[in-house]
Structure formats: structure tokens, C-alpha cells
């Protein structure tokens, strides 16, 4: 069973930074894609962030880029999202996502419907 299990959320200032990690099992890490979404109150869930199963592509959505970077430690199964510049419409729950295997690819990161196992979400809240 794929269990992904997110941590690093918490309350920040504006213009501070956060780490969010994505510990995974139940699934070959390096075999398929990992995405971070995140989701506001009365907003549906958007796509922040993608890696391809190599690590060697990524994808931003239009609010990350610049400020989000995402990576993965394919030994240690995790992924990360390192976010900086933070701005109060940034707060939201954080989920991250991986993908089903026979879906990845570089050009279907930012489609969500291509993850099929998805974490509990982690919280980040920026204050202005």
C-alpha cells in the first residue's frame, strides 16, 4: 500500500521561507512522477509543483514559480518543496501526490489527474 506522509508546515511572516518533505512507501520512488498541491478554503486544489521519476524535470505552476523548488531523494524516497519569498495568499493545505506509473511522464506533471495516491496535506499559513 502507497502511504505519503507530509511535514515542515507551520506558521510563518511574509517573505519567510518553508520546507515541506514528502516521505513515501509502498512504491518504487524513481518509477513515477511526484507533485505537491495545495488547496484553499473555497478553492478548489491547485497544482504548485512537479518532478519527473528521474528528478531531471520539473514543472511549476504560475504562483510558484520564481519562489518554489522542488526536489526528490530517490534513495531516501522523499520529495521536497522548498518555498520562499511566502505571501499570505500562499497559505493553504499542502498535499503532496505521486503518480501512477503508467501515467507519468514529463508532460503530464501538472495534470492532476494523473496522481492516484495522495498525503494527509500539511498546513502553512502565512501572516501578513
Known amino acids: 500500500q502507497v502511504q505519503l506522509v507530509e511535514s515542515g508546515g507551520g506558521l510563518v511572516q511574509a517573505g519567510g521561507s518553508l520546507r515541506l518533505s514528502c516521505a513515501a512507501s509502498?512504491?518504487?520512488?524513481?518509477?513515477?512522477?511526484m507533485g505537491w498541491f495545495r488547496q484553499a478554503p473555497g478553492k478548489e486544489r491547485e497544482f504548485v509543483a512537479g518532478i519527473s521519476r528521474g528528478g531531471r524535470s520539473t514543472a511549476y505552476g504560475d504562483s510558484a514559480k520564481g519562489r518554489f523548488t522542488i526536489s526528490k531523494d530517490n534513495a531516501k524516497n522523499t520529495v521536497y518543496l522548498q518555498m520562499n519569498s511566502l505571501k499570505p495568499e500562499d497559505t493553504a493545505v499542502y498535499y503532496c501526490?505521486?503518480?501512477?506509473?503508467?501515467?507519468?511522464?514529463?508532460?503530464?506533471?501538472?495534470?492532476?489527474?494523473?496522481?492516484?495516491?495522495w498525503g494527509q496535506g500539511t498546513q502553512v499559513t502565512v501572516s501578513s
Open positions: 509502498g512504491r518504487t520512488f524513481s518509477s513515477t512522477g
Open positions: 501526490a505521486t503518480q501512477d506509473p503508467y501515467r507519468s511522464s514529463t508532460y503530464t506533471l501538472t495534470e492532476k489527474g494523473t496522481y492516484d495516491y
